[in-house]
Each structure stands twice: as C-alpha cells, then as structure tokens.
C-alpha cells in the first residue's frame, strides 16, 4: 500500500523556469491538498480539492496552479519559479464524502530549492 | 494568517516526566487534529477530536478542547527519547475543506 507518493524528492530550478511537483494516492480519497513548509512557520495551505474536477485556493495560493483530472493525482505547477518559493512541499490526502472528520495522509515531501 | 498557534514553540523535558503542548484557534471548527514530525519526514497522523467531544485518548496521548476558548492541549505522558519530533494541530474552519496548521511545538525529550 504506496499512500501518497510525491516526485521528485529534491529539485533545483532557476529562476524564471516552470516545473510540475507530482503528487498520487491509491486511497481512493476524495479530498487532496498542497502545503508548503518553511522554517518556523509551520505548514501553509496553497491549493486544496474535494474531488476530481474541483479545486479551490487555500492560504498562500498566489504563483502555483493546480488541476484534478482524477481521485488519484493532484499535480502542483509552478509557472515561473521565484527565490521566495524555496521550501518543503506536501501534499496531503484524506477520505471526504460526507464524513469530513477523517485524518490527513501525507506524503514525505518535495524540497525544492530555486536559484 | 495561520488558524492555530502551539505554545510553547520549544519544549525540553527528561525521558520519563509529561509533555503538554497546546494549540489555540481563531474560528469555529469540526475537528481539530494532532500530527507528529519528525525532523525531514512527512507528518503523521496522532489523534482526532470532533467539536462535540472534551476529551480523547490513545495510549500515551492525552487530548482535551475547549470550543468556548478556541483552545486544546496535547499530553504526552511518560515521555521517551522517540517522541522528539515536532508537534502540530490542525483545524478545519466549519463550513470549509481547509484543514490549517499551527506553526508547531517543537519536543526534546532527553534520555
């Protein structure tokens, strides 16, 4: 049982270049989302999705697009990548539907470093 | 601006003495959640508390809340040098999906 699973695990960009960061999960959860971790400030909210079709902007949204074609994938574009998006990048996953007190899945992590 | 705050943000103890961590929040929530870190990992899930429960536990772990205050502690009793990690609570704002983070305890506990 894989979980959640994220790609690439490290990756360096320039600055100016775009990237896709990968994220699935065979749970067959409805609910996906997209944090970003730096020092000190905790984990921060960027896209999150209640199911394939749906997506929505959480706190720190600006500069990353998101798309959910399926359940199982929940990929994060950077168009043109900036210094200030260095950081860890999570991506989360928990059963929905209409029981919305389920628990979070996350995978372990994308560090992305921009040059 | 971020939905919980930890308190304390650092906490040293000795292996063997309690831990208590605790998490305020700003709006009305359905649940509120505890997750472990450890250093460079992914989080993992440590327990879930609904808005109509006061009180949770599962083994070591301690979890109270308190609606009125916007506020829940985390207990971790009879501490060992494994539970070094960091500590977070997450809260999902009533009438949302958006599950929003504290910006964490960070736990030593000292063999």
């Known amino acids: 049982n894989a979980g959640v699973t994220q790609t690439p695990k490290f990756q360096v960009l320039k600055t100016g270049q775009s990237m896709t960061l990968q994220c699935a999960q065979d749970?067959?959860?409805?609910?996906m989302s997209w944090y970003r971790q730096d020092p000190g400030m905790g984990l921060r909210l960027i896209h999150y999705?209640?199911?394939?079709?749906?997506?929505d902007q959480g706190e720190v949204p600006n500069g990353y697009n998101v798309s959910r074609s399926t359940t199982e994938d929940f990929p994060l574009r950077l168009l043109s990548a900036a210094p200030s998006q260095t950081s860890v990048y999570f991506c989360?996953?928990?059963?929905?539907?209409?029981?919305?007190?389920?628990?979070?899945?996350f995978g372990n992590g994308t560090r992305l470093t921009v040059t | 601006s971020q939905q919980g705050e930890e308190d304390p943000q650092a906490l040293s103890i000795q292996e063997g003495e309690n831990a208590t961590m605790n998490c305020s929040y700003k709006?009305?929530?359905?649940?509120l959640q505890w997750y472990r870190q450890n250093s460079g990992r992914g989080l993992v899930h440590l327990i879930l508390?609904?808005?109509?429960?006061r009180e949770k536990h599962s083994g070591r772990l301690r979890v109270t809340l308190d609606t009125s205050k916007k506020s829940s502690s985390l207990l971790i009793t009879a501490s060992r040098a494994a539970d070094t990690a960091s500590y977070f609570c997450?809260?999902?704002?009533?009438?949302?999906?958006?599950?929003?983070f504290g910006t964490g305890t960070r736990l030593k506990v000292l063999a």
């Open positions: 749970m067959n959860h409805e609910y």
């Open positions: 997450a809260t999902d704002a009533s009438g949302t999906y958006k599950y929003i």
């Open positions: 709006t009305s929530i359905n649940n």
């Open positions: 508390i609904r808005s109509n429960e």
């Open positions: 989360a996953s928990s059963y929905s539907g209409t029981e919305r007190s389920s628990p979070l899945h």
């Open positions: 999705s209640v199911g394939a079709g749906i997506t």
